[in-house]
């Protein structure tokens, strides 16, 4: 559906000028938010009458109002309104919120009045500010500018600020800042939280408008327009005073607490926020109470969210009207708001909580039950309740006392009472239970007192205006005084407290009450001084209090001193900064996760702690509004909430207690606490019956089973900042039932609580959105869905349903979460419609410190896909996790078969036949169980709950529990609509019979009735060519049915049998035969009735599956050469096979998990191959080569057959210069495989979304291998251990190449050789392509490149390097005598010939007819060898570039056209595409073309890999040393012989961007040494395009500018001063890293590590990872974020966990695992070192020769644990095999504890001898150093500086052979 814009609504029809315009108007706009114009409905008469009688009334007030003088017409008001902006005023905004005004008063005000309307009093339209100018934006996303106070507009209430500053902050994609204050004024601003620093976001999800006349601003949705926030008139900014009115986008508000309203706010409301001890009273909505939050969350029409939060502390009132409109009234501070984007409820919050700080992750135990009252008096009271609780077996985690427990209320202290108070907690612990006290902020000034001495001596106490202490009264029977909790010193008293007091008590956790901050008295004991602060001249209205209605009732003096400001300023603060103070202390004492409940709370307190809803009543109103209250902190990113369990005050009944211990226990945060004068409520209470005890139990036993999946919402809460108890529309944004129900709330997105809220009902009308929804207690669906319905609750019973698609983890449980730990596990599954479900676990020791950071945890993701339910392990770190025992596995909405007929059943995939299994199956009457558990630990695989004595038609009525019954739907319909509804039905019975069509779930059309189609899970194509149609789907036994995609498909079981089972031999190998099904048609041309299939276990790793044709000798991939195989052990794999229709599945043998699980319609005729399989994911990277983006769409079909095709964008799937039938598959925990099929003929691969991929292939044999990894780069090394390792470059090929068709002469080749040196710019290169050649032959040159040796001779005696072009053909047209290249092939006879023997003649560059020498001939390495070899003698070349070797062809075949053959013309031919048509001969050779080793049928796609050997081959023996050979067309294996460039590109964005997919496809291929054209090849680049590309192609790992010859020139020194400097510094910057980079590329050779990588090979785990291909890798340590887009100066970058610091300053990053927006203007690229690396690096030069010359660096980045390390290698640079000989030098590089060190682990480069270590520079040290010593000697303080955390060390180290260290302290 397209996006549309929602207009807000018109005012309401009053106020318009003409009810029929006014009624279109309103419908129009309706429309417009519902996508359509509502459709009437038939009026019966007594409607019609209504509708009259409502007309008339409408007329009759006309003439009233006409008769009255009053004019309805729009915005029109009352004579008092006719000037000053009143008449046109469309939105009344209140200018009298006293509520006492009159119209003289309101004048007074320059305000519009009458009294006919409300307010009364509004603002006049235009009354505000003005903005001088525009918004003027800097860099990092910031934008100022002023504001003027309009002239002549009254004080309202105190002195005005004339000059305003607004400030704007772009913060990030989804959030936006505005802040308006006074610039002339340090006013005062909300010190805490403490918010993320901003930076420059992009793509912004809003977009910002201003008013300039009339300052307003307007937030509004990038993509659709709609206004979210748009300020109108009345904007004030005084001293005391700041007012701000916005129109919203909807009514559908919730949050701005903490009130007792419902969860959708009223639409006209005036909510007071300043946090106050007021009892929380469901009939008092407005009363302010304990906690500040103005934050709210608006839901808009098409169920998008945003929220909006204003910083501001300061006492506040927020009124909402139903235009809709919000005006925010404070008297201080600044107007600080943030706009979250969204779009999802959830995000929002996310969002938010990003901000403000996540929640803290609780103790295990603290969700657990707690018990409390205030009133046990002593230890022994306390401890017989809990002993009461132990006998009835009610669960209890946790005892609390209340202030009972103190001597005469004291904080720290405890009465006689309780002398034996550490007896009652010994007691506690022993059980495994837990303790918690409470601790007042209030400390007695008047007793002998270590609190208050201690808190005296450091000067910690809030002190008065005169600076003096401020006394109260509270809690301690005498006077008290508070402490700051915003001095500096607070942790140090509180923690001292804590602990002293922690020694005498061991308590576990702390109970913070009374920290609004209350006091019995208004102000202090002596009062207040008169200040406008204690008595300011607007006070929020709501603000109340027993004592009376003004700001010091019941907390302190407004002008009170605090470190950080007034009281005044910091009162709503004041539970936040008490709760951070002692989670502090807490942490420190304890060293483990405790738990901290604030009653007052701000944004931000859910960092430290949870909350309680304050000190309800024993109420059923009390119950019902709890409900609202926990979903609300939801909101305020403070999960853990709950209320006083059967209420804090009065006296409760059984009834109420029952049922709200049922709810309670679905509070996030369960405690059962009463008051001082009320009865026992505890659930083992005498006052209770056996019925109420056990259904306290049973529900706190159903809390306990769920506790697995509570705590791990936690985590993610924790995490990520999502909801754990959230509002259904969280989950159903779009279904507006859900907007305003509060009476249901689920856990997470998988449990819907709906409890009993009212007295004497045992039913309850709960909300089923659309899905499957399933009874948690017998499993039966719901059978109705987007409606409401009445569920049987009886009294012992809350109705709890599962959500389809959802996968529930779960424990058995005990009395205690401690003994309940120790339990097996369970997992309740519960399908969607697809029969898929999800779900996680989270897992650790439960009260250790920051597990998600040390990794001290498990995480489970479950997953239910194609009746597989698997377990992914996201993270390991948690031991624990290896003795949890998973004992059964349930499964809900699972369809069952039927005995009495022999029903299709799913064939595939196949399962392995059981033995004897260990557990039992046991059965009852109406359900059926069975297990299957692991053998080793008992993990259960599966559990089944299904019925097994009931016809289906009998199991619809049984989907609601026993007792439950099912309300009508919402409309009753007569019983003529019924009667028209069951003609209906049976008249389309009738007509199906006569059709005979049947009628049942899941039926196909007619052609589906046989062969496995009517059950085919996966459809795989059967009719690739696209144009079938039945008839000729059926010819080949396949289904139809016109109304899926694929149409025409496999049916199951399509294919071959085993015969037997596989036989293994010695040295890990097997075989089997396979047998084609009878009369399976053929698909294409002659099938093979036998084949052979070898099983390989090769490696611990690695597995090959061969699939060949053992009658036949068919070919076979002859290059490159693969290892001998071995017999595996202990492999990472198994395979399993399938005989009835064979199929085979590898899976990892540590989690079973299936990598590649074929399947129906595998196929093996002679020349059409086809297998298909299930993956196991849809990241899938490879299959090469081609312009898709790194990871692979799930809907693909890939050619692979290597053509002279340039790269287009565009067509991503084109098949282009190369080909690589490998993939790597990341899996859902961030492990890694690798499949490669070796097969070099031409084929076609298939992505399904299942996710699923089939091979097409026209010849050869399927050869398989598979490599576990298992992480992504360890996929790469083992790949490469078996095509070849990439080769090692020699130094000088890593430099910067430059290269142009066109430069025609030697001499115009030199002078922009010239102009680079005089620019400066890097260039170790030069380039010449065909037009240096004489009429385009080999191995000749024109005379226009006569002196071509002086050329290549300027350029040595400049260290520099030259390169020439080769291109495979030899034209074979001139005399014999006349062209060597031809007469010595001929000799030699290695050239194709065609299929009569003869010559095979086509035509490419040479101006003649070619032949094309035959590459895989034993004679080529001679022949090629001496060509190159004498071509050298007279052109001193240093390498060789090797075009057009698809081979390309001009014509398609040859000169002659190609025989009729089915090799010509396959009978099935992949989708290639070529200028020269569809067919596999154009633009290259014939297929019977022969060569030495076979056709060129099979041999096509090896000619790139086969001429680049040969022509390495003659490098080396020429020159004797490394060399560079650059190939268009590759083949795996091609990697060990030289590089590639990816074609011939466009100068055009999208080739630039396209270009990073391309370089990490081809690391992937094993071919590290890749790079694209630099600012591109076809067509005229621009300046910016060119600039931005050499910026990215700096860190290309081969770096060539090269362009075509009818563009401009191109080279880096043609362009204006600030291109060239930017160039020149880019490449200035890569040749100071080539020490790195070459490093790299050692071990790449060495290992098969990659150079360039994606990110997710060093965050595989990460899945925003996953699909980014914007950003890429060198090595694990350098991050490359280059800007890719025209016209822009930043990049949006994304930075996993971890550190990462700016290469330019060595600066941190402030936030990791989000995307940031970085400032890139036109010279910069952003360039990142992560934490933990060592980067060696080298002064540069313009050349890599002098760049050698000069002296070392190294760059450290510590990590998180100030450790680092890394690698250089040093060889000379370009000698043979320096790695086999040793002739080099490997130092590795650590930092540890100050100390960083080398390690020599070879030192065979005699050169290091002499290698120069000038300094060592260290990011991220956070203490000056002071003392540096080398090795053991002191280094001088003038040789090392510290600024801005960076650390940098001048040394002088000569001789890198030798270990050497830097350490500091």
């Given at each position: 559906?397209?996006?549309?814009?929602?207009?807000?609504?018109?005012?309401?029809?009053?106020?318009?000028?003409?009810?029929?315009?006014?009624?279109?108007?309103?419908?129009?706009?309706?429309?417009?938010?519902?996508?359509?114009?509502?459709?009437?409905?038939?009026?019966?008469?007594?409607?019609?009458?209504?509708?009259?009688?409502?007309?008339?009334?409408?007329?009759?007030?006309?003439?009233?109002?006409?008769?009255?003088?009053?004019?309805?017409?729009?915005?029109?008001?009352?004579?008092?309104?006719?000037?000053?902006?009143?008449?046109?005023?469309?939105?009344?905004?209140?200018?009298?919120?006293?509520?006492?005004?009159?119209?003289?008063?309101?004048?007074?005000?320059?305000?519009?009045?009458?009294?006919?309307?409300?307010?009364?009093?509004?603002?006049?339209?235009?009354f505000g500010y003005s903005m001088d100018g525009s918004l003027s934006f800097e860099s990092y996303g910031h934008s100022s500018a002023t504001l003027s106070r309009k002239a002549n507009q009254p004080v309202q209430y105190t002195g005005p600020v004339d000059k305003l500053r607004v400030d704007v902050y772009l913060e990030t994609q989804y959030r936006l800042r505005m802040k308006i204050s006074d610039p002339s004024t340090n006013r005062y601003e909300v010190p805490w939280p403490p918010r993320p620093i901003v930076s420059n976001a992009s793509n912004t999800l809003y977009k910002v408008t201003t008013g300039s006349e009339t300052f307003n601003f307007t937030v509004s949705r990038a993509d659709t327009g709609l206004p979210i926030f748009s300020t109108a008139t009345g904007f004030i900014?005084?001293?005391?005073?700041?007012?701000?009115?916005?129109?919203?986008?909807?009514?559908?508000?919730?949050?701005?607490?903490?009130?007792?309203?419902?969860?959708?706010?009223?639409?006209?409301?005036?909510?007071?926020?300043?946090?106050?001890?007021?009892?929380?009273?469901?009939?008092?909505?407005?009363?302010?109470?304990?906690?500040?939050?103005?934050?709210?969350?608006?839901?808009?029409?098409?169920?998008?969210?945003?929220?909006?939060?204003?910083?501001?502390?300061?006492?506040?009132?927020?009124?909402?009207?139903?235009?809709?409109?919000?005006?925010?009234?404070?008297?201080g501070g600044v107007l600080d708001f943030y706009f979250f984007l969204g779009p999802g409820p959830d995000q929002v919050i996310q969002q938010y909580t990003e901000l403000i700080g996540r929640p803290f992750l609780p103790p295990y135990w603290s969700l657990g039950f707690h018990l409390s009252r205030w009133g046990y008096m002593t230890a022994n009271n306390t401890l017989a309740v809990v002993e009461r609780m132990r006998q009835k077996g009610i669960p209890q985690d946790t005892q609390w006392n209340d202030i009972d427990y103190m001597n005469m209320d004291l904080d720290f202290t405890y009465s006689t009472a309780f002398g034996d108070i550490q007896g009652l907690v010994s007691d506690l612990h022993s059980h495994s239970q837990k303790y918690v006290l409470i601790v007042d902020p209030a400390i007695s000034n008047q007793q002998q007192y270590s609190p208050f001495d201690s808190g005296l001596s450091l000067n910690i106490f809030i002190t008065n205006s005169?600076?003096?202490?401020?006394?109260?009264?509270?809690?301690?029977?005498?006077?008290?005084?508070?402490?700051?909790?915003?001095?500096?010193?607070?942790?140090?008293?509180?923690?001292?407290?804590?602990?002293?007091?922690?020694?005498?008590?061991?308590?576990?956790?702390?109970?913070?009450?009374?920290?609004?901050?209350?006091?019995?008295?208004?102000?202090?004991?002596?009062?207040?001084?008169?200040?406008?602060?204690?008595?300011?001249?607007?006070?929020?209205?709501?603000?109340?209090?027993?004592?009376?209605?003004?700001?010091?009732?019941?907390?302190?003096?407004?002008?009170?001193?605090?470190?950080?400001?007034?009281?005044?300023?910091?009162?709503?603060?004041?539970?936040?900064?008490?709760?951070?103070?002692?989670?502090?202390?807490?942490?420190?004492?304890?060293?483990?996760?405790?738990?901290?409940?604030?009653?007052?709370?701000?944004?931000?307190?859910?960092?430290?702690?949870?909350?309680?809803?304050?000190?309800?009543?024993?109420?059923?109103?009390?119950?019902?509004?709890?409900?609202?209250?926990?979903?609300?902190?939801?909101?305020?990113?403070?999960?853990?909430?709950?209320?006083?369990?059967?209420?804090?005050?009065?006296?409760?009944?059984?009834?109420?207690?029952?049922?709200?211990?049922?709810?309670?226990?679905?509070?996030?945060?369960?405690?059962?606490?009463?008051?001082?004068?009320?009865?026992?409520?505890?659930?083992?209470?005498?006052?209770?019956?056996?019925?109420?005890?056990?259904?306290?139990r049973g529900a706190l036993m159903l809390r306990y089973w769920l506790l697995p999946y509570l705590y791990t919402l936690f985590y993610f809460a924790h995490t990520t900042g999502s909801t754990v108890a959230r509002p259904l529309f969280f989950e159903f944004p779009t279904d507006n039932n859900t907007w305003d129900l509060d009476t249901q709330f689920m856990w997470g997105s998988s449990l819907l609580i709906s409890p009993v809220l009212t007295e004497n009902v045992t039913s309850v009308d709960a909300y089923f959105p659309l899905g499957r929804w399933f009874n948690f207690t017998d499993g039966q669906e719901v059978p109705y869905t987007g409606q409401s319905l009445l569920l049987h609750a009886p009294y012992n019973y809350i109705p709890l349903h599962v959500r389809g698609g959802s996968v529930i983890p779960m424990q058995s449980p005990n009395t205690t979460t401690t003994q309940s730990r120790m339990n097996s596990f369970q997992l309740l599954i519960a399908s969607d419609g697809n029969q898929n479900a999800s779900g996680y676990l989270y897992l650790d020791d439960g009260d250790s410190l920051n597990t998600d950071q040390t990794n001290n945890y498990t995480l489970l993701q479950f997953a239910l896909h194609n009746n597989v339910f698997s377990s992914i392990v996201l993270s390991s770190g948690y031991s624990g996790a290896d003795g949890a025992v998973l004992e059964s596995v349930k499964a809900f909405g699972i369809k069952i078969s039927d005995p009495s007929t022999n029903r299709y059943e799913v064939p595939w995939p196949p399962r392995p036949i059981v033995s004897n299994a260990s557990n039992k199956v046991t059965t009852g009457s109406k359900t059926f169980n069975f297990t299957v558990s692991r053998a080793d630990t008992g993990l259960p695989m599966v559990r089944e709950t299904i019925n097994i004595d009931e016809p289906d038609d009998e199991r619809i009525a049984l989907l609601v529990s026993p007792g439950e019954r099912l309300r009508p739907p919402p409309r009753a319909r007569s019983r003529y609509t019924i009667m028209c509804l069951i003609l209906l039905i049976v008249l389309t019975i009738a007509i199906s019979v006569a059709l005979g069509v049947t009628l049942s779930a899941g039926s196909e059309a007619s052609a589906e009735q046989t062969g496995g189609c009517s059950a085919a899970t996966y459809r795989f194509d059967c009719y690739t060519e696209g144009d079938g149609n039945e008839a000729a789907c059926a010819s080949r036994g396949c289904c139809w049915n016109s109304s899926v995609s694929p149409s025409c498909f496999y049916p199951d079981r399509f294919g071959y049998s085993m015969d037997g089972a596989l036989s293994f031999e010695s040295y890990g190998h097997g075989s089997a035969t396979l047998s084609r099904k009878a009369n399976q048609p053929v698909q294409y041309t002659k099938p093979v009735a036998k084949l052979r299939v070898d099983v390989y276990l090769e490696t611990q790793y690695r597995l090959r599956v061969k699939i060949s044709d053992p009658s036949t000798n068919r070919y076979e991939v002859p290059w490159p050469p693969r290892p001998i195989v071995s017999n595996a052990s202990n492999t990472l794999y198994k395979v399993t096979t399938g005989s009835e229709t064979f199929n085979f599945t590898v899976s990892r043998a540590d989690t079973g998990l299936p990598i590649f699980s074929t399947g129906t319609g595998f196929i093996f005729e002679d020349q059409f191959l086809q297998i298909s399989a299930l993956l196991p994911t849809s990241n899938i990277y490879g299959l090469g080569e081609h312009t898709t983006r790194l990871r692979l769409p799930t809907n693909i079909t890939l050619t692979m057959f290597s053509h002279d095709t340039p790269p287009l964008p565009s067509e991503p799937t084109e098949n282009l210069n190369g080909v690589h039938p490998f993939y790597l598959g990341l899996e859902q925990d961030g492990r890694a495989h690798g499949v490669f099929l070796l097969n070099s003929n031409a084929m076609e691969v298939q992505l399904q979304p299942y996710p699923s991929i089939t091979y097409r292939t026209i010849g050869g044999v399927l050869d398989f291998y598979f490599f576990l990894g298992p992480g992504p780069d360890q996929v790469i090394q083992q790949y490469t251990e078996l095509i070849g390792r990439p080769y090692l470059p020699p130094y000088?090929?890593?430099?910067?190449?430059?290269?142009?068709?066109?430069?025609?002469?030697?001499?115009?080749?030199?002078?922009?050789?010239?102009?680079?040196?005089?620019?400066?710019?890097?260039?170790?290169?030069?380039?010449?392509?065909?037009?240096?050649?004489?009429?385009?032959?080999?191995?000749?040159?024109?005379?226009?490149?006569?002196?071509?040796?002086?050329?290549?001779?300027?350029?040595?005696?400049?260290?520099?390097?030259?390169?020439?072009?080769?291109?495979?053909?030899?034209?074979?047209?001139?005399?014999?005598?006349?062209?060597?290249?031809?007469?010595?092939?001929?000799?030699?006879?290695?050239?194709?010939?065609?299929?009569?023997?003869?010559?095979?003649?086509?035509?490419?560059?040479?101006?003649?007819?070619?032949?094309?020498?035959?590459?895989?001939?034993?004679?080529?390495?001679?022949?090629?060898?001496?060509?190159?070899?004498?071509?050298?003698?007279?052109?001193?070349?240093?390498?060789?570039?090797?075009?057009?070797?698809?081979?390309?062809?001009?014509?398609?075949?040859?000169?002659?056209?190609?025989?009729?053959?089915?090799?010509?013309?396959?009978?099935?031919?992949?989708?290639?595409?070529?200028?020269?048509?569809?067919?596999?001969?154009?633009?290259?050779?014939?297929?019977?073309?022969?060569?030495?080793?076979?056709?060129?049928?099979?041999?096509?796609?090896?000619?790139?890999?086969?001429?680049?050997?040969?022509?390495?081959?003659?490098?080396?023996?020429?020159?004797?040393?490394?060399?560079?050979?650059?190939?268009?067309?590759?083949?795996?294996?091609?990697?060990?012989?030289?590089?590639?460039?990816?074609?011939?590109?466009?100068?055009?964005?999208?080739?630039?961007?396209?270009?990073?997919?391309?370089?990490?496809?081809?690391?992937?291929?094993?071919?590290?040494?890749?790079?694209?054209?630099?600012?591109?090849?076809?067509?005229?680049?621009?300046?910016?395009?060119?600039?931005?590309?050499?910026?990215?192609?700096?860190?290309?790992?081969?770096?060539?500018?090269?362009?075509?010859?009818?563009?401009?020139?191109?080279?880096?020194?043609?362009?204006?001063?600030?291109?060239?400097?930017?160039?020149?510094?880019?490449?200035l910057l890569r040749y100071s890293l080539l020490p790195y980079l070459y490093t790299l590329f050692y071990f790449a050779h060495t290992t098969g590590s990659t150079v360039a990588r994606p990110l997710f090979f060093e965050f595989p785990t990460d899945s925003n990872t996953w699909d980014l291909d914007t950003q890429f890798l060198w090595g694990s340590s350098l991050l490359i974020s280059p800007v890719l887009t025209e016209n822009v100066t930043s990049v949006e970058a994304y930075f996993p966990h971890g550190r990462w610091f700016n290469f330019t300053d060595g600066q941190e990053l402030s936030f990791h695992g989000q995307s940031l927006l970085l400032h890139a203007p036109y010279n910069f690229i952003p360039l990142h070192v992560r934490g933990g690396s060592v980067i060696p690096m080298q002064t540069p030069n313009t050349t890599t020769t002098q760049s050698r010359l000069n002296s070392f660096q190294l760059l450290i980045a510590p990590d998180g644990n100030q450790n680092a390390s890394g690698y250089l290698y040093l060889d000379d640079g370009e000698s043979l095999n320096t790695d086999q000989t040793n002739n080099y030098t490997l130092l590795q590089f650590a930092l540890r504890n100050n100390v960083f060190s080398s390690i020599v682990l070879s030192s065979g480069y005699g050169g290091a001898d002499g290698a120069v270590l000038e300094s060592i520079k260290t990011f991220g040290i956070k203490i000056k150093p002071t003392n540096v010593y080398l090795n053991t000697t002191a280094i001088g303080s003038d040789n090392f500086t510290y600024s801005n955390r960076v650390f940098t060390v001048r040394v002088s180290i000569t001789g890198l052979n030798y270990p050497f260290s830097i350490s500091w302290d």
């Open positions: 559906m397209a996006a549309r814009t929602y207009p807000l609504l018109p005012p309401p029809f009053t106020d318009l000028v003409n009810f029929d315009e006014a009624i279109d108007e309103r419908s129009r706009l309706l429309a417009s938010l519902d996508g359509r114009l509502p459709r009437p409905r038939a009026r019966s008469k007594l409607t019609k009458l209504v509708f009259f009688l409502l007309l008339l009334l409408f007329l009759l007030t006309i003439a009233i109002s006409v008769a009255l003088g009053v004019t309805l017409s729009a915005g029109s008001e009352a004579s008092a309104e006719q000037s000053g902006g009143c008449s046109a005023a469309t939105y009344r905004f209140d200018c009298y919120p006293e509520g006492d005004g009159n119209e003289a008063a309101c004048a007074s005000r320059g305000c519009c009045w009458n009294s006919l309307v409300s307010p009364s009093c509004f603002y006049p339209d235009g900014f005084e001293d005391q005073f700041l007012q701000i009115s916005a129109l919203l986008p909807t009514s559908n508000i919730y949050g701005l607490g903490e009130h007792t309203t419902r969860l959708r706010l009223p639409t006209n409301i005036t909510l007071t926020m300043f946090s106050h001890d007021t009892p929380p009273l469901p009939s008092e909505p407005t009363e302010n109470l304990y906690g500040v939050h103005p934050f709210y969350l608006g839901l808009e029409q098409d169920g998008r969210a945003h929220g909006v939060f204003l910083l501001n502390s300061n006492a506040m009132e927020v009124q909402l009207q139903s235009y809709p409109s919000i005006t925010y009234r404070t008297i005169s600076g003096q202490l401020l006394i109260g009264k509270v809690w301690p029977n005498s006077t008290t005084v508070w402490p700051d909790f915003t001095h500096p010193s607070v942790d140090q008293y509180w923690t001292s407290q804590i602990s002293q007091f922690h020694s005498n008590v061991q308590f576990d956790g702390l109970w913070i009450d009374m920290n609004e901050p209350s006091n019995f008295v208004d102000g202090s004991m002596d009062g207040c001084p008169i200040s406008s602060f204690e008595v300011p001249p607007f006070v929020p209205k709501a603000i109340r209090s027993p004592l009376g209605h003004k700001v010091t009732s019941g907390t302190l003096c407004m002008t009170a001193n605090q470190y950080l400001s007034t009281h005044y300023n910091l009162h709503s603060l004041y539970g936040l900064t008490e709760a951070n103070s002692t989670m502090n202390a807490l942490t420190a004492t304890l060293n483990k996760r405790s738990l901290v409940i604030s009653r007052s709370t701000y944004p931000g307190s859910g960092a430290h702690g949870g909350h309680w809803l304050g000190d309800n009543a024993s109420k059923w109103p009390d119950l019902a509004i709890s409900i609202p209250g926990i979903l609300q902190f939801s909101l305020f990113g403070i999960p853990l909430v709950g209320a006083d369990i059967c209420g804090f005050n009065g006296n409760t009944t059984q009834e109420l207690c029952t049922r709200w211990q049922q709810l309670g226990a679905f509070y996030p945060f369960s405690r059962n606490h009463n008051s001082l004068d009320s009865i026992d409520q505890d659930p083992a209470a005498a006052v209770f019956d056996k019925a109420s005890v056990d259904s306290s000088w090929s890593l430099g910067f190449h430059l290269s142009r068709w066109g430069y025609m002469t030697a001499n115009n080749t030199l002078t922009v050789v010239e102009r680079m040196r005089q620019k400066g710019i890097p260039q170790d290169t030069q380039w010449n392509d065909i037009d240096y050649m004489n009429m385009d032959l080999d191995f000749t040159y024109s005379a226009g490149f006569g002196d071509i040796q002086g050329l290549v001779s300027d350029l040595h005696s400049h260290s520099q390097r030259y390169v020439l072009i080769v291109d495979p053909a030899i034209s074979n047209q001139q005399l014999p005598g006349q062209y060597s290249p031809f007469d010595s092939g001929l000799s030699l006879n290695i050239f194709i010939t065609n299929s009569s023997g003869q010559l095979l003649i086509g035509k490419v560059w040479p101006n003649s007819t070619t032949v094309w020498p035959d590459f895989t001939h034993p004679n080529v390495d001679q022949y090629w060898t001496s060509q190159i070899s004498q071509f050298h003698s007279n052109v001193s070349f240093d390498g060789l570039w090797i075009d057009m070797n698809e081979p390309s062809n001009f014509v398609d075949g040859s000169m002659d056209g190609c025989p009729i053959s089915s090799l010509e013309i396959p009978p099935f031919v992949p989708t290639i595409r070529s200028p020269l048509g569809h067919k596999v001969t154009s633009g290259t050779l014939c297929m019977t073309a022969n060569q030495y080793l076979s056709t060129h049928y099979n041999l096509h796609n090896l000619y790139g890999l086969t001429e680049a050997n040969s022509t390495m081959n003659a490098l080396t023996a020429t020159l004797n040393k490394r060399s560079l050979v650059i190939s268009r067309s590759t083949y795996p294996g091609s990697g060990a012989q030289g590089g590639h460039w990816l074609g011939d590109n466009a100068s055009e964005w999208p080739d630039l961007a396209i270009s990073i997919p391309g370089i990490l496809q081809f690391s992937l291929f094993g071919i590290p040494l890749v790079g694209a054209d630099i600012c591109g090849f076809n067509g005229n680049t621009t300046q910016e395009l060119c600039t931005r590309w050499q910026q990215l192609g700096a860190f290309y790992p081969f770096s060539r500018n090269h362009n075509s010859l009818d563009s401009i020139d191109q080279d880096p020194a043609v362009f204006d001063k600030a291109s060239v400097d930017s160039t020149r510094d880019a490449l």
